[in-house]
């Protein structure tokens, strides 16, 4: 399994933006599709965006389409979500996971279930 860790999260004011990113270990990050999930206090953790292994295909929550996006450096094993026009909706510990390419990406790419390893999250708080 390849480990995760996210960097990037801090206090906004709504309106800005963010750039959180995670860095993967390991030879074979090529291998996986990445996604970021989300999860504020008392809420489930909730998809935000996914992309493929190749970094040609990316998908994205309707609450963050339009204002996020995602990317991949396959060259530096990092995968980047680019959070502008911030909401104090968007306060939330952000994860970003790894999902094996044996899985169907188009199937699962928003499944939390799908996803064989996880960071430890960093935190996003949008001030209204």
């Known amino acids: 399994q390849v480990q995760l860790v996210e960097s990037g999260g801090g206090l906004v004011q709504a309106g800005a933006s963010l750039r959180l990113s995670c860095a993967a270990n390991?030879?074979?990050?090529?291998?996986?599709?990445m996604a970021w999930f989300r999860q504020a206090p008392g809420k489930a953790r909730e998809f935000v965006a996914a992309i493929d292994w190749s970094g040609g295909s990316s998908r994205y929550a309707d609450s963050v389409k339009g204002r996020f996006t995602m990317s991949r450096g396959n060259d530096k094993n990092t995968v980047y979500l680019q959070m502008n026009r911030l909401k104090p909706e968007d306060t939330a510990v952000h994860y970003c996971?790894?999902?094996?390419?044996?899985?169907?990406?188009?199937?699962?790419?928003?499944?939390?279930?799908?996803?064989?390893?996880w960071g430890q999250g960093t935190q996003v708080t949008v001030s209204s």
């Open positions: 390991g030879s074979s990050f090529s291998n996986y599709a």
């Open positions: 996971a790894a999902m094996a390419q044996t899985k169907s990406y188009y199937d699962n790419y928003a499944r939390r279930g799908a996803y064989d390893s």
